[in-house]
């Protein structure tokens, strides 16, 4: 597991998590999210792209059992950011989806009360439209106060929107890992690569992670040099 290499995520702390289309951004956020409900935490998951159902189907198909009965007994908040905008913004909901873009603050005032957990799927949704710098600067109030609340934090984007910005919050997080799913250039094959960037005060490897999804989510099946 990726407990071998990192030793969980840690607590307390941002871990930021970018990747391309289909490496399994989201079903490392909901591993991560069924292990917490496993260990007993409150999970407040905010998903800016997904409705609550298809994230407790996704969870259901790699076989992540931990997560639906939690969030019907109220352990795990799902907050749909984008589905309960445009509920409330009927005419006007790309307006406010854009406000909340521009505001990352938003998202802290979704949580709930005595949660331990927080993660964030997916901030790249968030980011279009503002500057490297605009960027930075939500990111960086975000990431301190999920930190000032003791929140242990998962925080996931797409590096495909914007890899400049991705790299700016990997510099900003506490710990940072990059997946990626491409084709071997000497095989033809698909993989997946995770390259773990940095823990702070923790060593990494110093190898690439090969990992597979599987009934059980993201599975590694070993390392390799580049």
Excluded: W
């Excluded at 929107?161 to 491409?182: G, L, P, T």
């Amino acid at each position: 597991t990726l407990d071998k290499y990192i030793k969980g995520f840690p607590v307390g702390r941002t871990t930021f998590v970018a990747g391309t289309p289909g490496a399994g951004k989201t079903i490392m956020a909901l591993q991560f999210t069924d292990r917490c409900l496993r260990d007993g935490r409150r999970v407040c998951y905010i998903t800016t792209e997904e409705r609550p159902v298809d994230l407790l189907d996704q969870a259901d198909g790699v076989g992540l059992k931990a997560v639906r009965k939690p969030y019907e007994d109220g352990q795990l908040t799902i907050v749909p950011l984008f589905e309960e905008r445009a509920e409330e913004m009927k005419t006007f909901y790309l307006t406010e989806y854009h406000r909340v873009a521009r505001d990352f603050l938003i998202l802290t005032r979704k949580i709930p009360a005595k949660t331990e957990v927080v993660i964030i799927d997916n901030l790249g949704a968030l980011s279009l439209g503002l500057s490297a710098e605009q960027f930075r600067d939500q990111f960086d109030i975000l990431n301190y106060i999920l930190s000032q609340g003791g929140y242990t934090s998962l925080v996931v984007s797409d590096v495909s929107v914007n890899e400049n910005m991705a790299v700016v919050a990997m510099h900003s997080a506490y710990a940072a890992i990059k997946m990626v799913k491409r084709e071997n250039p000497y095989t033809g094959k698909i993989q997946r690569i995770m390259d773990i960037v940095k823990v702070r005060n923790s060593a990494t490897p110093a190898e690439y992670l090969l990992y597979d999804i599987t009934g059980k989510g993201i599975e590694i099946t070993g390392t390799v040099r580049e």
